[in-house]
Nanobody, 124 residues
Framework: QVQLVESGGGLVQAGGTLRLSCAASGRTFSDYAMGWFRQAPGKEREFVASIRASGRRTVYADSVKGRFTISRDNAKNTVYLQMGSLKPEETAVYFC?????????????????WGQGTQVTVSS
């Protein structure tokens, strides 16, 4: 079993930055890929970014390329999402997820473990 706990959400003005963290416990963190997803009110959960177990490959949704950066510190069992130039429409609950296979994926169904989410609110 894997436990994932997100932190770092909050209120930020449009154009601002925020860094989310996701701490993992319960399995060997360095064995599995990690992803970030978000879900806005009334909308489906959507892919944001993914990073391979080794950290050598990252994948981003087109909407966040160049503004968001996913990274991981396997020594700290933590994955991060650095977000920049935030927009009001990116207000959502952000979730981290773990994938046992170790490869990146943009599909919700490919992830085995999920955190409870952290709220990000971007004001205009």
């Amino acid at each position: 079993q894997v436990q994932l706990v997100e932190s770092g959400g909050g209120l930020v003005q449009a154009g601002g930055t925020l860094r989310l963290s996701c701490a993992a416990s319960g399995r060997t963190f360095s064995d599995y890929a990690m992803g970030w997803f978000r879900q806005a009110p009334g909308k489906e959960r959507e892919f944001v970014a993914s990073i391979r177990a080794s950290g050598r490959r990252t994948v981003y949704a087109d909407s966040v390329k160049g503004r968001f950066t996913i990274s991981r510190d396997n020594a700290k069992n933590t994955v991060y999402l650095q977000m920049g130039s935030l927009k009001p429409e990116e207000t959502a609950v952000y979730f981290c997820a773990g994938r046992v296979s170790g490869s990146t994926s943009d599909s919700i169904k490919d992830y085995d473990y999920w955190g409870q989410g952290t709220q990000v609110t971007v004001s205009s």
